[in-house]
Structure formats: C-alpha cells, structure tokens
C-alpha cells in the first residue's frame, strides 16, 4: 500500500518551472542521446531511460518562437523533472496540467521523501520487469543513479552513469530540444564518455554469453532426449536378448533331453544285441562282468557251423583219395584182393554164426563193398569239394570281418553305457546353467578327478567343452591346495597359447568351495586313440598329415618366451576335428606341461614331477634315477612324435606294447629301448623309417629337436628334390646301436 500511494504521490506531482539560473543550464536545438545510453553533461538536462517496452520512450521536447529562446524554467524551489507518462511513452496532452501551486515549497526533506517514494516506485516497476528477463545488478544500479540525477541529487548530477535501456526498444533515451531562432545552430555533438562504451560491450557481451548458454541448453537436453532414447533401445535391446536367450536355453534343453532319451534307448537296445555288464558274485564282493548279446552268439553259431562243415569235407576228401582210380593191372589186382577178401569174410560168418532162416538167408543184410570210382566221377568229386573249401575260407572270412565290425561296435556301446550311467549319476545333469552362461547339455567323459560336459555359450552363441574340476572333500588341505595350484598353473600356460592346432582356453571360474571350471575349445571329433582302437592302424599318408600338424604345434611351443614342454603328448590328447584321420587336429591337456627357464643354457629344466605321465611315451632320461632329478628338454616331446607315428602306421608301440604301466617299470623297458625295429607289413617308406628313428634315438643329445623334425625330408612338398644325400640307415642305425651299448653298460 505505501508503494502504490508513493506511485499515486509521483504521478500528481506538478511540474515546476525553472529559474534564470537554470535556464542557463538548458541547450538550444534537439539532441539525440546515443542508442540505448543518456550521458548527462553539465551544459544537458540528465535523462533517465524508461525501463519498460516502449518503442519511443524518455523524449522530453521544448519548444519556443524568441531566436533567443531557452527551456521553460520551472518554478522557484522546484526541480525540472520528466513526466513519469513521457517515461512511459503515453500521450499527457490528455491528462490535466499539474499546477505549481499544489506543492509547497522545496524543502530539503520533502524532495528526500519524494526522492525515496520514486526509488522505491522505480525499483518495484523493475523487479516486476527484469523478473523474467534477468538483467545484471549493474544495470538496475545504473538506472537509479540516473533517477537520483534527475531528483536533483548533485552528488550524481557530477558523475551520472550512463545506462542502456535493458529492452529491445527502437528509439530509446532520446532527448529533443527544438527552437524556431533559425540563427541558432545545432547543439554541440555529445560528450564521449569511454565508461559507456564499457556498459555497452558488457551487455553485448552478455547477450552473446546467454545466446551461447541457451544453445548449450538446447544441446544438452537434445543430448539428455537422446541418452534416454539410446537408453531406452538399449534396454529394450537387453529385453530382446534375454527373451532370445531364454528361447535358445528351453529349444537347447529339449532337445539335449530327446537325445539322452534316444541314447537311453539306444543303449538298452544294443545291451540285448551286443552285450552288457551284468553283476556276478564273486566271493563276498561283486563285480561287473561282460556277458555278449545276440549278435555273438550268432557269430559264434556261424563259426561252429562252419568248422563242422570244413572237418566233413575234410573226412569226405579222405574217403575219396581212398576210391581214387588207378590203373588196370592195378585194378585186376585190387579186385581179385577184394574178392578173396569177401569170401574170407564170408566163410567166417558162415563157420561162427548159427543160422537161423529157414530158408539159409541172413537176416541182416551185409554192407555192399564200395565201388570202384571212374576216374572221370573222381575228379568231378574232388573239384566239389575243393570249391566247397574256398566257399567256406570266404565265409569264415566275412564272419571275421563282422565279428571284428561288432567288437568295434561293442567298444563304442561299452564306452556309451559308461557315458549314460555317469551322466545319469552327475550333479550337473539337469541342464545346469554354469556362470550365468554356460548351459551344460550333454556328458562326453569323466576321468578320475574331472568331468567334461558339452555345453552351448549364450554370450557368444557357440558350442565349448567344460572341464569340471572336482576337488576330493576327503583329501587333506595340502593336498588341496597342490591340486588347486596345479589346475591354476595348467590355466595359466594354456590361457596363453594361440595356435590354429592348440585347444584354446576361453574361461575359468569357481562353481563352489570343492569344484571349479575350464572352458575350453569344443572339437566334434573323437580322440586319436579311439580311432586306433576302432581301425587299429592308419595309412602312412593320413599319419604323416597328423604327425605333420603335432610337429607344427611343438614348433610353436619351443619358440616362445618361455619355451613350453608338453610332457603328455600321447593319441589321448589328440583331437580329430572332423573324427578322421584325413583331417584337422588339435593339441590339449597341458596338465603336465613345463615351463623353461631362459636364462638355463642347456636348453633343459629338471623333472620334479617323475612317475607321472603316461610310460609308452616317454623317453629314456625321463626314467633314470639319481641324486638329482634329471634333465629334460623339448626333446621329450619329440619322442613322443616317434612314438605316435609308428603307432599309427604299425596298429603297436615300439616298445612295451603289451606290458602295463607298472610292468615297464618294473621291467625297465623303456631303459632297454635301446633300437627300435620296423616290421615287414604294412610296407612303409624309407623316409618315414628315418623320420621314426630320427625321433626315437636313446640319447637326447643325437636325438632331432623340433625344428630338425620341421625341416625333414618327409614333410617336403611333392616333387621337390632333396638337396642333402639321405644319410645311410645302416650305418645310423650302428652308430646309434654302439651308443645305446656303451649307456645300457652305464645303467
């Protein structure tokens, strides 16, 4: 209320008129004050800048018809003051002239009351204005120094600061002072003040800032409307993904179930034709014992059929060679000894025997004595039965072949059953979801401590083999402990091998406090050992291209830094991509693998873990015993190669073939394995020969390293020539021989 009464006490003030004295403070003529500013000087009537909207705002005009004409002077005691309405840009030719006489005298306290209820009009009307538009402290500062200039403030008559209207006005603080004296010039050209050009350059500075500003908010709510756009596809691409992986999971897990019922079925039918393990009791234990189906039987049927059948054409070609015909003489011969013989015969049965026929006949009938055959009815005979001998040879032969076929089935059926009852036995076989996304399927075999599970990868849509590791809760911590750290360090060296022959490690992760995981490569095929098992031998060239991509592995283990030793290389750890010989094959199981030391010399480490591995595939030094663990190098690995091919190409190891583990230690048959020797059959290649005995020399130091096998003869491209003479079998196989002697004498 005392606002708008200060605002009402403003706008009926009247309008004084200006003495002498300050008529000479006026100028003649009209002036325009520069753009947005009024610069007060002391020869000018300060202006100050209406604040609000207005296109034509702060215009003050004097007009007189004297040449020598001056302002209207105001009364005595007051202040010349510009109408609030011409402040406002209003027309005040319609609102009654305000008298002198409604105001006393000028007193020092009422101009200061008026000064105050102005300021405090001034400042309301532009809070209420820059409410929304925001203007700087600055300004508003500057308008009311101007308002107290035209209160008749002295103090800021001196130095009044020029202010810029604060809107986007079109004619703005613009000032005008018209006289008809045609012999008066135009007033005198404003006073630069350096300080309004400082204002100005603020306020542009200012514009440019907010314009700048509101364009950083309009980039970063398009940025903000983007982020939840892409936030919103990301989630909704999320859902899509689990709604996918959930689909894949439930089609995945139906049909592992519909296999492992068919394999269940399938088993049941091939026990009743093949064979099963049945419980036999033995003393006070029992004990699964092989008993063989059907289709044995049947086989061994055949068999017995056709060994009755050799031995009556046996017994029959006897009989004939006895009715072989001869020659005349010897045939008058022959019957005259016949005749006498049935008469002899005759007269003995007749002196010894009463009769008892009435009418002197026997009652038995008497055997006739075999005829004579024709020669022509006795080589007839003979070619029949020499024919029914080559059909009962060819029958025997294709009853072998079946039978050898169905052993074959029935290693795969024995291997089967045992893959149906251990899966059917593992905690895992519900279709476990291993790590968030491993989804386990199907069993593909368990060893001693382990297992390893055909699984699908959700994250990366694609088929892995995971190895569960299970740690024995009877064991002792130590113990433990040397497990965890040995699967650790499998992982480690494995983890880091990246080679199109190498099983690659994806993952491993702990499932609880007694199991943890390998992810591991997944290769369809079966081992190399099952497939000598099932074919018992290979072909020279199917062994040489599998032997040729083992030696390509080892390469790459020796020239890294570290160099790694396998150590377990055996048919075992080879994997059949496609499960032939004829095809890609890929190196695992580093469980015993070594890493060597760069700084050792000798290119060799000691082997701490002796008695490990498997014996048929180790070399001689690996078996010594001493004071101190022997050394071992890449050389291990290449015996093992040795090993491997020649048992391809000859379906036996060199040595101790049909020995076991413990025999060969006990026996010291690798010790012995002094040369090694190539049988008649199959026929195999001088090279080939070279290349086994190249790899299986007793002593490490003659024996070929990785790179030697690499370069050899038999890995050669057709029909290039070899530039070095092959060296002499012979003589190798002495020196080597001479050698092994003088070691064999050593031990």
Known sequence: MAEAAAEHHLLEAPVSVATPNEKRLFNTGARTLPGSASTPTRNSFPIAVSPFGNNHVGVVSYTSSDSNHSPPSPGPGQNHRVDADSQTGEDTSERPRLSSSSVPGSSSAKRSRKRKARDVNSEKKMTDFFGINGPSASAIKRFHAASHALNGDS?????????????????????????????????????????????????????????????????????RKLNNELNDQVTSYRRKMDASKATIKRLLVQQSTMER????????????????????????????????????????????????????????????????????????????????????QQNYYDTNQPSTST????????????????????????EIYRLRKEHLKKEEADLLSD????????????????????????????????????????????????????AFDLEENRYVACKIHHVNQEWKEDKKANYVKHAMREKDIHKSLDHARIVKLFDLFS????????????????????????????????????????????????????PIIHYDLKPANILLQTGTAGGEIKITDFGLSKLMDDNDDSDSI???????????????????????????????????????????????????????????????TILKATEVFFPSKPPVTAVAQDFIRRCLQYRKEERADVHELARHELFRPRGQKNLQPPSSPSSSAKAAAKENSKDVDEL
């Open 511 to 562: 499932i609880d406090n007694d199991s943890f995981c390998t992810v591991l490569e997944y290769c369809d095929g079966n081992d190399l050992d099952f497939y000598l098992k099932q074919n018992k031998q290979i072909p020279e060239k199917e062994a040489r291209c599998i032997i040729m991509q083992v030696v390509s592995a080892l390469k790459y283990l020796s020239e890294r830094k570290p």
């Open 403 to 454: 039978k050898d076929r169905l052993e074959r089935e029935r290693n795969l059926h024995i291997r089967e059953l045992k893959r149906v009852q251990y899966e059917e036995a593992s905690r895992f076989k519900d279709h476990e979801l291993l790590h968030k996304r491993y989804l386990l399927l199907s069993l593909l075999g368990k060893g001693g401590f382990s297992e390893v599970w055909r």
């Open 155 to 223: 103090s800021s008559n001196d130095n009044f600061p020029n202010s810029a209207s604060p809107t986007g006005n079109n004619h703005t603080g613009v000032v005008s002072y018209t006289s008809s004296d045609s012999n008066q010039s135009p007033p005198p050209g404003s006073v630069h003040n350096p300080r309004v050009d400082a204002d100005s350059q603020t306020e542009e500075d200012y514009d440019t800032i907010k314009l700048e500003d509101t364009k950083k908010e309009r980039y970063i709510e398009d940025m």
């Open 359 to 382: 009418n002197g006949d026997d009652i038995f009938a008497r055997p006739e004595l075999p005829n004579q055959l024709t020669i022509q009815e006795y080589l007839e005979q003979d």
């Open 606 to 668: 000691e082997l701490t873990s002796q008695g490990a591995g498997t014996y048929w595939y180790l070399p001689p030094e690996t078996f010594l015993i001493g004071h101190h663990p022997p050394k071992i190098s890449s050389k291990v690995d290449v015996w093992s190669v040795g090993v491997i091919f020649y048992q391809c190409i000859y379906g036996r190891r060199p040595f101790g073939h049909e020995q076991t583990q413990q025999k060969i230690l006990e026996e010291n």
């Open 261 to 344: 019922k068919q394999a269940r079925a399938k088993c049941m039918e091939e026990c009743l034709r093949i064979g099963q393990f049945k419980p036999t009791r033995q003393g006070e234990h029992f004990k699964d014992v092989w008993s063989d189906g059907w289709a044995f039987e049947e086989i061994q049927k055949k068999q017995q059929k056709i060994a009755n059948e050799r031995n009556e054409i046996q017994n029959a070609s006897q009989i004939l060679k006895k009715k072989k015909p001869t020659t005349n003489k010897e045939s008058k011969r022959q019957a005259a000894a016949a005749a006498a013989a049935q008469v002899q």
